[in-house]
């Protein structure tokens, strides 16, 4: 049996920022019906509580894919409610480094994929939100931010990564990529 090309693939799916997530997102709910409550709270809460558990339930059991590594490139999976449109694959020519951060303050990992300086927008005339640069860290950060643009970075409230898979599945499509974790 030939060897075959690592695929490293992640799904959305529970995790315990997730879980937290929910639970935060439904005690606002509770106390926005809970009858003591003014009015002008209602009003707040159930909306704000009630979307918030809404998404908190629907990207986890999604199983949409939430990162991909193949012979194509790296796949960053987008929001479940409009998956195709904010789903991003960045080829292996584009790929200059892969980095792994968490966000202080909070418990939130990120992945960022640094593109090439050439690589063309991430939409149309490179004036979408997705091509925009964002700071995820203080300033001075630790990872290359101008790089890193809103498009092909990912906060991982619903998922994990498994370091060393994908930096096997990494270094086997592109050997000169690094997977840098500077956490």
Not at 80 to 96: D, F, G, I, N, S
Not at 135 to 159: C, H, I, S
Request: overall charge neutral.
């Amino acid at each position: 049996m030939p060897h075959e090309a690592p695929v490293y693939e992640e799904r959305y799916r529970w995790t315990r920022n997730s879980a937290i997530a929910l639970a935060v997102c439904s005690v606002a709910l509770l106390l926005g019906i809970a009858p003591t409550v003014s009015l002008l709270m209602r009003v707040v809460l159930v909306p704000i509580g009630g979307a918030g558990a809404f998404l908190c339930v629907i990207v986890p059991t999604s199983r949409k894919v939430a990162l991909r590594v193949d012979a194509d490139g790296i796949t960053l999976g987008g929001n479940p409610l409009r998956y195709k449109a904010t789903t991003r694959v960045v080829p292996w020519h584009e790929v200059e480094g892969v980095f792994l951060w968490r966000r202080e303050p909070g418990n939130v990992r990120y992945l960022g994929v640094e593109r090439a300086a050439d690589a063309p927008p991430l939409t149309p005339g490179g004036t979408g939100k997705a091509d925009q640069i964002r700071l995820y860290l203080a300033p001075d950060p630790p990872v290359p931010a101008l790089a890193l643009k809103v498009g092909v970075t990912r906060g991982m409230q619903a998922f994990t990564v498994d370091d060393a898979r994908l930096s096997d599945a990494v270094a086997h499509y592109a050997p000169d990529v690094s997977v840098v974790d500077l956490d």
